[in-house]
T-cell receptor
Framework: NAGVTQTPKFRVLKTGQSMTLLCAQD?????MYWYRQDPGMGLRLIHY???????AKGEVPDGYNVSRLKKQNFLLGLESAAPSQTSVYFC????????????FGDGTRLSIL | QKEVEQDPGPLSVPEGAIVSLNCTYS??????FMWYRQYSRKGPELLMY????GNKEDGRFTAQVDKSSKYISLFIRDSQPSDSATYLC????????????FGTGTRLTVIP
């Protein structure tokens, strides 16, 4: 049982490049989330999904897009990467609403030069 | 003002000590309170989960919630080097909430 798997684990991009981060969960969870974690800022919600085919904005959505075409996958896209998007990105999932325990992946470390 | 405030530490204690970690919050509507543990280069993992006020104990860990003071605590008894990690508090307003509000985390080191 892998839980929540994130790929890639590390990536270095140049400013203006695009990329997609992939999150896959095998727990049949309805809710999925993308967070970024920065020193002194804690975990901040970027986007989330309450089910297949749905997405919604979180606290810091600008510069990111997401898609949830399949229940088990949640993709986070950066269309034109900026140095301010250098961060550690975490995906999480939960059975239902936000009050339920969230299961996290081990993160993607992204550097934008 | 952030919704959830947490002292970032770092906090260093000798093995066997009692550790107290704390968070304060401003939104009186928060009802669900959680503590996550995050090891270096890993994702957070749920440690404790409580609803409303009161205490909850699980082995060496005790979570306390004081809604009147908007203050939550995590106590670790007989701390071990394996407890060295960053501890994040998190909370949300209700069963229909779509997201958690996290503290910035407190980094704990337990010295053998």
């Amino acid at each position: 049982n892998a839980g929540v798997t994130q790929t890639p684990k590390f990536r270095v991009l140049k400013t203006g490049q695009s990329m997609t981060l992939l999150c896959a969960q095998d727990m049949n969870h309805e809710y999925m989330y993308w967070y970024r974690q920065d020193p002194g800022m804690g975990l901040r919600l970027i986007h989330y999904s309450v089910g297949e085919g749905t997405t919604a904005k979180g606290e810091v959505p600008d510069g990111y897009n997401v898609s949830r075409l399949k229940k088990q996958n949640f993709l986070l896209g950066l269309e034109s990467a900026a140095p301010s998007q250098t961060s550690v990105y975490f995906c999480a999932s939960s059975w239902t609403a936000g009050n339920q325990p969230q299961h996290f992946g081990d993160g993607t470390r992204l550097s934008i030069l | 003002q952030k919704e959830v405030e947490q002292d970032p530490g770092p906090l260093s204690v000798p093995e066997g000590a009692i550790v107290s970690l704390n968070c304060t919050y401003s939104n009186s509507a928060f009802q669900y309170f959680m503590w996550y543990r995050q090891y270096s280069r890993k994702g957070p993992e749920l440690l404790m989960y409580t609803y409303s006020s009161g205490n909850k104990e699980d082995g060496r860990f005790t979570a306390q919630v004081d809604k009147s003071s908007k203050y939550i605590s995590l106590f670790i008894r007989d701390s071990q080097p394996s407890d060295s990690a960053t501890y994040l508090c998190a909370m949300c307003v209700g069963a229909g909430a779509n997201n958690l509000f996290f503290g910035t985390g407190t980094r704990l080191t337990v010295i053998p």
